[in-house]
Nanobody
Framework: QVQLAESGGGLVQAGGSLRLSCAAS????????MAWFRRAPGKEREFVAR????????YYADSVKGRFTISRDNPRSTVNLQMNSLKPEDTAVYYC??????????????WGQGTQVTVSS
């Protein structure tokens, strides 16, 4: 059974940092593009960042570029999202996903349950 389990969310002040982790089980993560999406209150779930199977290529939404960094550790089947200079508009539930890649949700077959990130002003 495939499971993606996010951790590391919480409450932080604006300008602060958080590091999210996603632990995968039941799949060979090196065969998948791994991504982070988020859903803010009252909004649709949106793409945040993705990383290629090898970890060589990364892509970010414009809203987080320069502040967030995605990384992966294939032997440990984990994906991380380092979030710096957080803003109140980053408040959302953050989801880890595994799939074929891209910025839309459809190519991602597997999803975690999400972890809440709240940024206070």
């Amino acid at each position: 059974q495939v499971q993606l389990a996010e951790s590391g969310g919480g409450l932080v002040q604006a300008g602060g940092s958080l590091r999210l982790s996603c632990a995968a089980s039941g799949l060979t993560t090196s065969s998948f593009v791994m991504a982070w999406f988020r859903r803010a209150p009252g909004k649709e779930r949106e793409f945040v960042a993705r990383i290629s199977e090898s970890g060589l290529f990364t892509y970010y939404a414009d809203s987080v570029k320069g502040r967030f960094t995605i990384s992966r550790d294939n032997p440990r089947s984990t994906v991380n999202l380092q979030m710096n200079s957080l803003k109140p508009e980053d408040t959302a539930v953050y989801y880890c996903a595994a799939g074929r890649g891209g910025d839309s949700q459809a190519p991602y077959n597997y999803w975690g349950q999400g972890t809440q990130v709240t940024v206070s002003s």
